[in-house]
């Protein structure tokens, strides 16, 4: 593919890909279709619904809510007008919430019914923005709102470095930032997955993954939308679903954890998955072990990449080719991989460092950060992700830690000092370490050590797990709490968590 095909609006390139319009997009659980053509209705009507409201290029527009096909053509809405798509996770609490209505300075929220968006003052904060909901099934105020506009909408004129999406990361230091991703970092991407990944049009995909991150949103919806074909399109990963509807899929892309769950269960046999020709894994590290044991299972050898919010991917093990377990292949086509050593000087075959990408994936900094930006970017513009790992002699990528303070759990990023700040305020506690262990079902699990003074206040284990709850998604509340009475610290007064998870590693261990 040459640059120009994909430096444009993103939907653009989508629609030069769309097949015939009465092909299935979409299938919904119930066996129920929704064709292209439907799909290109719908996403004129939300787009001139969004026009109405005065949105317009750069404009951001938060969407909360829970998996439905209608989301999909609210993000394709929001990239025919120009907009910028902000999806944010069902999870996220009130306090959290606040924080993101207040750094995107959103025009347009749309939000689930129950949503504690329902219960903030948007237009107190934000006058011209516009509250609107959408439920499970699609429907709400906006679709209502929608309801009365028209079917076609001239995409906005636009090119490829324009902003697409932000998506919020979190940091091992202070407050989430918004990665902006351009549609030209998202459709390079799409384009370079579809042919690395082998799609043709007799692909069929299974969606089982939340849309609100990027490998829903991006390496699955966009990589689809690029070939022109049509996914099963789940609410959630359920194993029952997932076997009930495997046969009818030929990929299927996840988290290490659908692959373990899937395994535990007998239903999921190798006849169940003849019809597969691909099973994606990343997020996370999937364990060598599982691959082994997937492959022993049903035939098929997990394909694993690695990518990141701020990069999409940027390393896939080879359709054809060796598949190493444990490593996540090389870099991806037009993209460059580099390991370095703290110095940034360039490390030779197995050596360990700083994994560092440089790419027409990778995104155009943080929204309203640009010191954070300049910080993450070398002067070449090499990208540091803060994972750490090394190339072998074929150019596969290991990763085999992380830099920064990160803790995955079933696919989702907990970083420790967010969680600690929270355990900090509680009344009583004095000090906390939160660390990764791991977890059969999770991959890591996370888990908080923490000292207290019991004259000011006798908590238990259950008590801060629910004060946490207020004011964290539920996902980074620690699974376990342990009291102590010092947290071990090195000479300069650091926290020394490698002694902590060496300590508490077995935590969930049978
Ligand atoms: C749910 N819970 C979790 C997690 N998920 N706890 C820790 N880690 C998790 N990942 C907790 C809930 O808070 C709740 O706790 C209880 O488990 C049940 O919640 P439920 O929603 O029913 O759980 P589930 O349906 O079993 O969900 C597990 C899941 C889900 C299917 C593995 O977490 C998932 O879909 N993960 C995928 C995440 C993902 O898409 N990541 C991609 C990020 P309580 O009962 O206490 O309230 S993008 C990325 O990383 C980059 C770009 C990349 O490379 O892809
Ligand atoms: P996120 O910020 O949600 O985009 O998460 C990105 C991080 O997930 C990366 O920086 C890695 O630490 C991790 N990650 C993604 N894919 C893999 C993988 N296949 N193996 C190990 N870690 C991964």
């Known amino acids: 593919m040459t640059e120009k095909i994909w430096n444009q609006n993103l939907y653009d390139l989508f629609e030069q890909n769309f097949p015939i319009l009465n092909r299935p997009f979409i299938e919904k659980p119930d066996g129920g279709i929704l064709t292209y053509g439907y799909m290109k209705k719908m996403t004129g009507i939300f787009s001139n619904a969004l026009d109405s409201l005065g949105v317009t290029i750069g404009d951001r527009v938060i969407v909360q809510t829970n998996k439905s096909p209608e989301v999909v053509f609210l993000y394709l809405a929001c990239l025919k007008t120009g907009a910028i798509f902000v ?6 609490t009130q306090s959290e919430l606040e924080y993101f209505i207040s750094d995107s300075d959103p025009k347009v929220v749309i939000c689930d019914p129950k949503s504690p968006i329902i219960n903030y003052q948007l237009t107190e904060h934000h006058p011209d923005a516009h509250l609107y909901t959408m439920d499970i099934n699609g429907n709400g105020s906006f679709t209502k709102y929608a309801e009365s506009y028209p079917e076609t909408f001239v995409t906005v004129p636009g090119d490829g470095t324009d902003i697409a999406c932000i998506l919020y990361t979190s940091g091992t230091t202070g407050q989430p930032k918004g990665a902006m991703l351009t549609h030209s970092n998202l459709g390079s991407n799409a384009i370079t997955l579809r042919d690395a990944w082998g799609f043709t049009s007799d692909d069929t995909l299974l969606h089982v993954l939340p849309i609100f991150h990027a490998h829903g949103l991006f390496v699955a919806i966009n990589t689809v939308l690029v070939n022109g074909t049509g996914m099963i399109f789940l609410p959630k990963f359920e194993v029952d679903e997932v076997c009930r509807l495997i046969p009818k899929t030929s990929v299927m892309m996840g988290v290490p954890t659908f692959y373990t769950r899937l395994l535990a269960n007998e239903k999921f046999t190798r006849n169940l998955s003849q019809n597969m020709r691909l099973f994606v894994s990343g997020s996370a590290p999937l364990l060598a072990e599982t691959h082994r044991e997937f492959s022993q299972r049903t035939g098929h050898e997990i394909l694993e990449r690695y990518g990141m919010t701020e990069t999409a991917m940027n390393t896939s093990n080879p359709l054809k080719g060796i598949r190493i377990p444990g490593s996540v292949g090389p870099a991806l086509p037009g993209i460059e991989v580099r390991v370095v050593n703290q110095e940034e000087k360039i490390l030779g075959v197995n050596e360990t460092g700083d994994i560092h990408v440089r790419g027409p994936n990778v995104f155009n900094g943080y929204w309203k950060k640009p010191d954070k930006t300049l910080e993450e970017f070398c002067e070449d513009n090499f990208f540091r992700t803060g994972d750490l790992g090394y ?36 009344n009583g506690i004095q000090e906390s370490a939160v660390i990764g262990v791991p977890h059969k079902d999770f991959g890591e699990a996370v888990v908080a ?12 284990e259950q008590d801060v797990i629910v004060l946490l709850k207020k004011v964290l998604a539920s996902y980074k509340v620690p699974k376990a709490v342990f009291f102590v ?8 007064g650091k926290v020394e968590k490698t002694k902590l998870r060496k300590t508490y590693n077995q935590t969930f261990e049978e």
């Open 87 to 92: 999806p944010l996770n069902t999870a996220y």
């Open 391 to 426: 190339l072998d002699d074929k150019g596969y990528l290991f990763i085999v830690g992380r830099a920064k303070d990160l803790i995955i759990s079933g696919g989702y990023n907990v970083y420790p000092k967010e969680i600690e700040s929270c355990l900090d305020e509680i």
């Open 449 to 460: 050590i923490v000292t207290y003074d019991k004259e000011k206040n006798l908590i238990t």
């Open 485 to 492: 009475p010092d947290i071990p610290r090195n000479v300069m």
